[in-house]
């Protein structure tokens, strides 16, 4: 019994010798994994990367990047004539330059007010002309209602008695009618403003009227100069700049 127990005693001696060796190689093993050592496939280890502690260590830039502003005003109108369609080749090669602009529509002239610049009594004057001697004229032109004066004077002093007269001849322009009112004052220093002694309403050709004062078969001795007044107004139609009505006025006739 001597043997056999000895090898029993011997056996449980060398399984607690073979139970502390694995316990510590499995203590290694955890030590190992801790610390970042591992074995290589042919039996060698692998350490940490050793960190240089001298060196700076990089950090990174935490400041926000700068903010990109925006005009906010909005952008300026673009001009919708020769700005806008010129750059394009509209302007000076097509309906600008070289086509309706200024050899088509553009004759036409940009429409403009009809109302009169002026009023009766800052009409604008006319040459003066004969009533009674000659055949002299007066022209003058313009595009909008307007006020006009003119001085017809007597200058027939025979003992037959002479009328003094005047002839007027308003042309309108083809985009527009025009028609006239005339004053006459009854005496040679005033200027009438209202009432009118002849109206003109021609839709097809000029419009004409004639007016005449003074003496009859006999001289009368009087002052018969006169300031005889023209209203051109407005009727229909597009008032525009290039497009005049022309007025003639014919003393002694």
Known sequence: MRGPARRARYGAI???HIAAVLFALGCAAAVACTSGIADTEDGGVILPEEVDASAPTPTRDSALPPVVQFDSAPPPPVDAGTDAVGDAGVGDGGVGDGGAGDSGAGDAGTPIACASPNACGGASAMTAVSGDTGAPTSRTTGTTSQWLKIRVTEDDSGVIGKKVTLRLTLTSPSSANFDMRVYVPTDASSQKCTG????????????VASVEWGEGAVANGDDDHRTVTIEVFHVSGTCA????????????K
């Open 241 to 252: 700049a290039g497009q005049t009505w022309s007025l003639l006025a014919e003393g002694n």
């Open 14 to 16: 060398m399984g607690r």
């Open 196 to 207: 009118a002694d002849r109206q003109t309403s021609a839709t097809v050709g000029p419009d």
